[in-house]
């Protein structure tokens, strides 16, 4: 027998038939249709992520961030444990500091107030 008299059977078409239109007949996102508030730890992470990315965490990068170079400068002779300890605060203040100056740069958050529309008027 033929290899590709297999595809040629009817049965071989309807059943393609049949899963194509349940394919396109079921409901494409079914998670978005139930009614759920959310995972159980959002709030929790929502909270670290905020006191993560504040201004608070902001100031103690940058002051990490010249605290964490000027031991590796002014440091000596350390041991490994110290300079690795010292190399893991460097980078989680870096990553702080980036994330925050790329916000601020970017402008994210940045919202006009409905005081600051109204207050412009138009020269005739």
Known sequence: MNKHALFLKPQ???ALGLMMLLLL?????????????????????????NSI??????????????AA????????????FMRSLIFIVL????????KNTLSAITGKGAQIGSHSVHSIRVAS
């Not at 980078?91 to 980036?98: N, Y």
């Open 12 to 14: 071989v078409f309807i």
């Open 25 to 49: 007949g079921t409901e494409p996102s079914f998670a978005s249709s139930t009614s759920g508030g959310g995972l159980p730890f959002d709030s929790w992470l929502t909270k670290i992520s």
């Open 53 to 66: 990315t504040g201004p608070f965490a902001f100031s103690v990068s940058i002051i990490g961030l010249v």
């Open 69 to 80: 170079g000027a031991a590796l400068i002014f440091g000596g002779d350390m041991n490994g």
């Open 91 to 98: 980078v989680l203040a870096f990553i702080i500091a980036a």
